[in-house]
């Protein structure tokens, strides 16, 4: 839940690099909060109003957290428009988001690794 919460703090940082661990726990997080909403709207029987303001709420802090990552892989934050090219783009932008991250620092600032002391 922390990595979840770590990214709301970052609401709007598209600055920076976010780890590998960071990314996919934010996402999975995000997607069980998501059917939890669907769940909820379909036994209230609303038309995906819940569903709808959550998108919403975390729409911006899902952009930033795939640009860190993007950087953190020592990619343009321009490859966040992958997935709009069918088929490949998809497949290319997972492959950049699974990647390991750049050793050390980037172009997009230092390793998120390594543990400030």
């Known amino acids: 839940m922390n990595w979840y919460l770590a990214v709301f703090k970052q609401y709007a940082v598209f600055s920076g690099r ?25 036994a209230i029987g609303s038309p995906g109003v819940l569903q709808g303001i959550y998108i919403l ?15 953190d892989t020592g990619h343009s934050a321009w490859h966040i428009f992958l997935p709009a090219f069918p088929i490949i783009g998809p497949i290319i ?25």
């Open 18 to 42: 976010s780890r590998r661990k960071e990314y996919w726990m934010f996402t999975l997080i995000n997607t069980i909060i998501f059917f939890v909403f669907v769940s909820v709207d379909g």
């Open 57 to 71: 709420a975390v729409l911006l802090p899902s952009i930033g957290v795939a640009i860190r990552r993007l950087h």
């Open 93 to 117: 932008m997972i492959i950049f988001l699974v990647k390991d991250s750049d050793v050390g620092e980037n172009r997009y600032g230092p390793d998120p690794k390594i543990e400030v002391a």
